[in-house]
């Protein structure tokens, strides 16, 4: 019987750490790694992207509110020039680090 209580416990704890969200370490990879794969293509990430990254790896924001913050940006500043494609690498980069 205190086995099945300990095991319980335990189970408990698992599902508390599918929750947390990752280290600074973690995330400073993630977006390292997405943001170097858009520039393998040639595409430059903006400084609104570099600021929101570095507030999601402060834990200031998550994941999902950097990746909003970048859709309400680009719908409240679209850009003119059809070639430029720092949109692209933006949201893009939001959904690899995600």
């Given at each position: ?5 300990i ?21 400073g ?5 997405a ?33 909003c913050l ?5 719908e ?11 949109e ?11």
């Amino acid at each position: 019987m205190i086995l099945a209580v300990i095991k319980m416990n335990a189970d408990s704890f698992k599902e508390y750490l599918k929750e947390v969200e990752p280290s600074k370490r973690y995330k400073g990879y993630a977006w390292q790694t997405a943001i170097g794969l858009q520039e393998v293509d040639g595409l430059k990430p903006s400084e609104y992207l570099l600021n929101t990254a570095i507030r999601n790896i402060e834990g200031e924001i998550s994941f999902d509110e950097a990746d909003c913050l970048l859709q309400t940006y680009y719908e409240e500043n679209p850009s003119g020039d059809p070639s430029d494609r720092t949109e692209e690498a933006d949201k893009v980069s939001a959904r690899i680090a995600k």
